[in-house]
């Protein structure tokens, strides 16, 4: 299967039935086979873009967590990445279908949405690096898995663009290098056998529930 490091590859199994829900959610089938409404697609997107201002933030986070110069130099490209690249995709998307940029950032925020993200931001203010990046790695490496299977498995054109962002070298590139940051930020703080560290059940469970505020995301995309 992917190759996201040994971390994610251990947590993703101890949150099987979530990671399940996340990646084969009914959202994301019906982009599979282009029967997903361009209605839910579109508050989708919008809800996604103010999403990302807050992920923005806590990749920011990540930087103020780093503890050497190769973590910093991950998190900040991926700070980058987010705002220079993902953020201008969804604006692209928008303004295409007649959402200005202006309506966009004016959004109003969902409770799905809010609960996800500020999840993912206390886990960081209140914890190290590792409690950070277990609740944002769900959300990098699900899109990276839905991205390499939707790519090729779709039956339709629809959403291409979508799949084609999330299945690229440049993004699976991205999952790699975050699977490596987590694997080696836990060896440096835990050690090389850091499943076997008192604080891993707890780094499960971060991520088991930032994949299960996932689903309820995709979820929330199917009730505009
Ligand atoms: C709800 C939701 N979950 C995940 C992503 C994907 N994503 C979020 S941040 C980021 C860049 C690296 O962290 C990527 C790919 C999304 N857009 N929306």
Known sequence: MSNYGKAFALMRDAAQGPWRDYTRHTFVEGMKDGTLPRAAFLHYLRQDYVF???FSRA??????????????????????ALVAEEMQLHIGICEAAGISHEEL?????????LAYTRFVLEAGYSGDLLDLLAALTPCVMGYGEIGTRLA?????????????TYASDDYQGACKAVGELFDQA??????????????WDRLCQTF??????????WQMGLTP
């Open 52 to 54: 990302l201002i807050h």
């Open 152 to 164: 090729s498995e779709a039956t339709s054109e629809v959403y291409r663009d979508w799949i084609n």
């Open 59 to 80: 990749w920011a986070l990540a930087v103020v967590k780093s503890e050497t110069h190769s973590e910093m130099l991950t998190a900040v490209a991926t700070v980058n």
């Open 208 to 217: 088991r529930t930032a994949t299960e505020l996932e689903v309820n995301f």
């Open 186 to 199: 836990l060896t440096r703080r835990i050690g090389e056998d850091f499943a076997a560290s008192p604080r």
């Open 105 to 113: 950032f004016a959004t109003p925020e969902r409770a799905e949405n």
